[in-house]
């Protein structure tokens, strides 16, 4: 994961994924905004909606896609951009390799579940008929921020539901 130096046209798009995760965080749903990009205009919006949806699949990656898709008329995105706010799970990285999307931006890495680098390498996996090579660390502090500041929020009403229990 080098350091890579961004646009001010990358910062324009991750902000437009910024605003999905965003709107995520508001629904009380993790965080995670994704967009699609392609000849300069967003084809693809989503943000996660894994609880609300009750489906494993709504995630934001899986809901741009789907959007992406449905513009083209066609499973392929070979000359698009992906920016999502937090490293894609190995769900989100095969959607992405067999959408063929053409580049991948990502905020912050998910050491945990990510699959494009930091815990496993799904999308640069070169035996693959597709592969790409994400770029790690646009905005990254606002990416981090959208995430922690939902996990407090979340700590924070759990401590005060257990306190309210004491007090039955």
């Known amino acids: 994961m080098d350091n890579i130096s961004f646009s001010d046209l990358d910062k324009f798009y991750m902000n437009e994924a910024l ?74 990285a095969g ?13 912050i890495p998910d050491y945990k579940r990510g699959a494009c680098g930091s815990n496993t390498n799904i999308t640069g996996d070169r035996s693959q008929l597709h592969f790409l090579d994400a770029e790690f660390g646009l905005m990254e502090e606002e990416c981090l921020y959208e995430l922690q500041t939902f996990f407090k929020m979340l700590r924070k009403r759990s401590k005060e539901k257990k306190k309210m229990g004491k007090v039955d």
Do not use: Q, W
């Open 19 to 92: 605003y999905e995760a965003r709107l995520a965080r508001f629904v009380e749903e993790v965080p995670v905004g994704c967009v699609i990009v392609y000849d300069g205009k967003i084809i693809g919006r989503g943000h996660n909606f894994t609880y609300k949806g009750k489906s494993a699949l709504y995630h934001a990656e899986l809901i741009a896609i789907k959007e992406a898709n449905e513009y083209f008329d066609d499973f392929r995105l070979e000359e698009t951009t992906m920016y999502v706010t937090m490293e894609p799970c190995s769900m989100c």
């Open 95 to 107: 959607a992405i390799i067999n959408s063929r999307i053409g580049r991948l931006v990502i905020g």
